[in-house]
C-alpha cells in the first residue's frame, strides 16, 4: 500500500490544488483536499503573465523588503511602520518565539503545529490548552484566561479561526480576552485564515494590535491566495514590536516571485474578493454533503476546510491511504495533532464537482463490503469517545502540573480489585499511598495520599475471620513480619484489601459454639495484579505504641511534584504524545524555563552571539 501511495503522488505531483486538472474537478486527480488554500486564485491569466515573465523573475534580485511592504500597505491601507513581511508565517512565528518568548507559552490545541513545536525546540514551556471534543472544540475565552492566571504563562496564542477546526471567535470576545490578559508579555492573533471567514463583517484585530504594547496580529497571504508555495506573511503590531521584529529579519527576505504577486495584487483586487466569496458559499454547499454520510460529525468551520470525524470503526490513516490509492484523492489525516486523533480529518474546501468526487470516495471506502468497508456497519457514534478526551489528559497530566497521586480505586468499586495506576508510570501504587484521597494544594495541584498514622482496629473476639484453634488471650502477641498468616491477630491495612476468604465473617451477635473446625487450607495466592508490595520492597514494620501487635504502615514512596513545564517522572512529553515513544538518540532535554543558552541563540547575521 505504502509503495503504491508513493507512486500515485510522485506521478502526478505537479498537478497541486491551483492546476488545471484539479481546478476543473475532471476525475484525473490526485486531487488535493490536504493543503488549505485558495482554489479559485490566481486566475490563469495571471498564471499565464507570471509564465511569461518567468525568466526575468528567477534571475533578478528582489526588491527590498521596505519597497514590498510599501505596495502591500497600500492595498492593505495599514501604516508600513507596524507591519513586518516574513517569508511565511512560519518564519515570523520563529522569530516571535525567539525575540519575545522568555520563559512559556499558552495554546489551544489541536491547532497548528510550529505553535506547539517552535516553543518546545527551544526550550520554553508550552501550556497546551485542550478544546473539548463534546463542546465542538470551541474556545471559551474565560475558562482560557483562567487557565493562563493559574499557570502563571507570560505568553498567550489565540488562533481565529483555529486550524484544523475552523472555530471562530467573534471581535468582541477578542477584545474582551486583549483586555483581560494586558499585562502578559505578549498576545499573538493568529488570523491566517480570517479572510475566508463571514461571520461578521469586520472580525480582525488589526487595529487593535497597532495600539497596544503587547498584542501581535499574524497573518498569512499564501493560503488566501492559493500560492502557498509562494512563501508570504505578515504581521502587524505597535512600532516598536514590528521595528524589533524588522530588524531582525534577513535583508531580502521576501523572494522575487512573491513580490512579483504582490504587484499583481491591485489590479486583480476585485478577482480576489470574488474567489474568497466562491470558497465561503461553497464551504456550505460542501458540510451539507459531507454531512449526508452516514456517522460523519462536520463540525461548523470559518476557514477555508472543515474539520470532520468520522464514523465509529473508522481509522483515519486507512481512510487516507483508500482514499488516495482507489480514488487519487488526498486528505489530511489529523492523528499527528495534539488534542486530536486519528479519527478525524481536515478536508479543504474546493469546487462542488471536486466534493462530489470526495463524497463519492468516502461512501466507497466507508461503507461498500465488496471493497472491505472501513466501517462495518454504518452507525451515528453518538456516545463514542474519540481519543482526544485521551490526548487531553495526557497532555494536562505531564504538561507542567507534576505527578498526579490517584485514589487505588473509585467510589464505589467492588473489593478486591487492583489500585490505578500512578499517573504516567504504569505501576500500581503501594498500598499505603492508595488508602486516602489526595490533599489538594494552591493552585489545585493534587498532593500525594498519606498513610493514616492512626491504631488499627483489632477484630472482636466473638468474630473471628476463621478461628483455627480455641480463644486466644484478650492480648495477643505481635504479629511477625513480614506476611500475615492466619491466625486471630489484628489485620493490618494491606491485609484488610486482600479478597474475601470464603467463609464470610460472623455478624457481631452471640452464635452458637462452633464444631472444631477441619484443618485450615493455604490461603490461595494473591493474584498477580493486586497492588500489595512483595517482602523485598517493605522496610522493617515499626510498633504502634501502646497497641500490642499493630504495627505502622510504610510511608509511600512517591516522588514529589514536579517543576512547572517538566513531564512527570515516568510520564510523557508533549513530544511523546504525538507519536515518539522514544526521544531521538544524540539528543539532551531542553531546558524548562528560562532563555536558550548563549551558544544556541540566533542572531539575524548568522554569526556567533557575543557577550
Not at 507559552?105 to 520554553?124: N, S
Not at 467463609?503 to 495484579?529: C, G
Request: aromatic share 4%.
Amino acid at each position: 500500500m505504502a509503495d503504491n501511495v508513493t507512486s500515485l503522488f510522485r506521478g502526478t505531483a505537479a498537478a497541486g490544488p491551483s492546476g488545471a486538472p484539479a481546478r476543473e474537478g475532471d476525475g484525473t486527480g490526485p486531487m488535493d483536499f490536504s493543503v488549505p488554500c485558495n482554489p479559485y486564485f490566481p486566475t490563469p491569466e495571471m498564471f499565464q503573465e507570471m509564465a511569461a515573465r518567468l525568466r526575468d523573475i528567477a534571475t533578478t534580485y528582489p526588491s527590498g523588503s521596505d519597497t514590498i511592504a510599501a505596495e502591500l500597505c497600500g492595498l492593505l491601507q495599514l501604516p508600513p511602520q507596524c507591519v513586518a513581511l516574513g517569508n511565511g508565517s512560519t518564519e515570523l512565528i520563529t522569530w516571535i518565539d525567539h525575540l519575545m518568548v522568555r520563559e512559556s507559552l499558552a495554546v489551544p490545541v489541536p491547532t497548528f503545529g510550529r505553535w506547539t513545536d517552535q516553543p518546545m525546540e527551544t526550550g520554553k514551556r508550552v501550556d497546551m490548552f485542550p478544546l473539548p471534543e463534546s463542546g465542538g472544540f470551541a474556545l471559551d475565552p474565560g475558562v482560557y484566561a483562567e487557565f493562563l492566571r493559574k499557570r502563571g504563562t507570560r505568553v498567550a496564542v489565540v488562533c481565529n479561526p483555529n486550524n484544523p477546526d475552523g472555530g471562530f471567535l467573534p471581535r468582541h470576545s477578542v477584545v474582551q480576552f486583549l483586555d483581560a490578559m494586558a499585562d502578559l508579555d505578549l498576545i499573538v492573533v493568529d488570523e491566517c485564515f480570517l479572510e475566508f471567514a463571514d461571520a461578521e463583517g469586520e472580525a480582525s484585530v488589526v487595529q487593535e494590535a497597532m495600539l497596544r504594547p503587547n498584542v501581535v496580529v499574524l497573518r498569512s497571504l499564501g493560503k488566501n491566495l492559493g500560492l502557498h508555495g509562494v512563501r508570504l506573511g505578515y504581521l502587524v503590531a505597535n512600532p516598536a514590536l514590528a521595528g524589533r521584529i524588522r530588524a531582525m529579519l534577513p535583508k531580502r527576505n521576501v523572494n522575487s516571485l512573491a513580490e512579483q504577486v504582490v504587484f499583481m495584487l491591485r489590479e486583480n483586487a476585485a478577482l480576489y474578493r470574488q474567489s474568497l466569496a466562491q470558497v465561503r458559499y461553497d464551504r456550505q454547499e460542501m458540510a451539507a454533503h459531507l454531512a449526508t454520510l452516514p456517522g460523519l460529525t462536520v463540525y461548523p468551520s470559518q476557514g477555508n476546510f472543515l474539520f470532520v470525524r468520522l464514523p465509529v470503526g473508522a481509522e483515519g490513516t486507512v481512510v487516507r491511504d483508500r482514499m488516495l490509492a482507489e480514488h487519487r484523492i488526498l486528505v489530511r489525516e489529523c492523528g499527528n495533532k495534539i488534542g486530536s486523533s486519528s479519527r478525524f480529518l481536515r478536508l479543504v474546501v474546493r469546487p462542488q464537482a471536486d466534493v462530489r468526487r470526495l463524497v463519492s470516495g468516502l461512501e466507497s471506502v466507508l461503507y461498500e463490503p465488496r471493497r472491505g468497508a472501513a466501517v462495518p456497519e454504518p452507525g451515528l457514534g453518538t456516545g463514542y469517545s474519540s481519543g482526544t478526551a485521551a490526548v487531553d489528559r495526557l497532555v494536562s497530566e505531564t504538561n507542567g502540573s507534576g505527578l498526579r497521586a490517584q485514589p487505588g480505586r473509585s467510589a464505589g468499586a467492588a473489593p478486591g480489585l487492583p489500585a490505578a495506576p500512578a499517573a504516567g508510570t504504569g505501576v500500581p501504587l503501594p498500598a499505603a499511598a492508595v488508602a486516602a484521597p489526595p490533599a489538594q494544594q494552591d493552585g489545585g495541584m493534587p498532593l500525594p495520599a498519606q498513610a493514616p498514622q492512626q491504631p488499627l482496629p483489632t477484630v472482636p473476639p466473638a468474630a473471628p475471620v476463621r478461628p483455627p484453634s480455641p480463644p486466644q488471650p484478650a492480648a495477643p502477641p505481635p504479629m511477625p513480619p513480614p506476611m500475615p498468616v492466619p491466625v486471630p491477630v489484628p489485620v493490618p491495612a494491606a491485609a484488610q484489601r486482600l479478597p474475601p476468604l470464603p467463609q464470610p465473617v460472623a455478624p457481631a451477635v452471640a452464635v452458637p459454639p462452633l464444631q472444631p473446625a477441619p484443618p485450615l487450607q493455604p490461603v490461595p495466592p494473591m493474584p498477580a495484579a493486586a497492588p500489595v508490595p512483595g517482602p523485598d520492597r517493605l522496610p522493617s514494620p515499626v510498633p504502634v505504641p501502646g497497641v500490642p501487635g499493630a504495627v505502622q504502615p510504610p510511608a509511600a514512596a512517591l516522588p514529589g511534584p514536579t517543576p512547572a513545564g517538566v513531564p512527570a517522572r515516568g510520564g510523557l512529553t508533549a513530544a511523546q504524545v504525538r507519536g515518539m515513544t522514544a526521544p531521538p538518540s544524540g539528543l539532551t532535554p531542553a531546558p524548562a524555563t528560562g532563555w536558550p543558552s548563549p551558544q544556541n541563540w540566533p542572531n539575524a547575521a548568522g554569526m556567533g552571539q557575543a557577550g
